[in-house]
Every structure is written in C-alpha cells, then in structure tokens.
Nanobody, 117 residues
Framework: QVQLVESGGGKVQAGESLRLSCVASGRIYSQNTLGWYRQAPGKQRELVALISNWGGTRYADSLNGRFTISRDINKNTVYLQMNRLKPEDTAVYYC???????????WGQGTQIIVAS
C-alpha cells in the first residue's frame, strides 16, 4: 500500500501562483512515477503532469508551460508549481502514484484550487 497526502490548495486570483505538494509513504519501489491529475466540476479527471523516478516529465498540452512538476527523491515528495493561474484551472487536484513493477496505482484525497477572475 502507498499513502499520498497533498497540501497547498486554496483560492487565488487569476494570474497568481500556487505550489502543491504531495508526500508518498508506504511500499515505494525504486522505479516509480508520481504525478498530478485534476477534475473540474462536471468534467472528467484529466492528466496535469507526471514525473518518473529518473526525472522524466510529461505535461498536458493545454498548460502551455505554466506548470512545472518536480520531485525530491529523498523525501518521496512531488511538487506542482502553478504560475499564471486561470479560472479554468479551478479543479480538485489529485496526487497519483504508481510503482513500475507492481499492479495498481494510488490516489491522494485531492486538494481544491479555486481561481477567481
């Protein structure tokens, strides 16, 4: 089992920045991927960004470079730096984790971000 605890959500004005954090604990193998998804009201959950244990990253095309994902391997923590936030970024953001050599994946409880126009 892997537990994920997110922090850093809140309400901001359009154009401002926020940083999310997610700490993973439990059965974490050396090869894994951490990431962020989001779900806006009335929409399906969608990928935001992923980062592997070796630092490879993947981003949603729609972000246009506004978000940056990073991780601290020693702390099993992933970060999402979100700049120039827009009202359409309003959603619940979920941390996600998967060990490469094990089935199943894990989700955090979600953290709400509201971007006011």
């Amino acid at each position: 089992q892997v537990q994920l605890v997110e922090s850093g959500g809140g309400k901001v004005q359009a154009g401002e920045s926020l940083r999310l954090s997610c700490v993973a604990s439990g059965r974490i193998y050396s090869q894994n991927t951490l990431g962020w998804y989001r779900q806006a009201p009335g929409k399906q959950r969608e990928l935001v960004a992923l980062i592997s244990n070796w630092g490879g990253t993947r981003y949603a095309d729609s972000l246009n470079g506004r978000f940056t994902i990073s991780r601290d391997i020693n702390k099993n923590t992933v970060y999402l730096q979100m700049n120039r936030l827009k009202p359409e970024d309003t959603a619940v953001y979920y941390c996600w984790f998967k060990n490469y050599s094990a089935s199943g994946d894990y989700w955090g409880q979600g953290t709400q971000i509201i971007v006011a126009s």
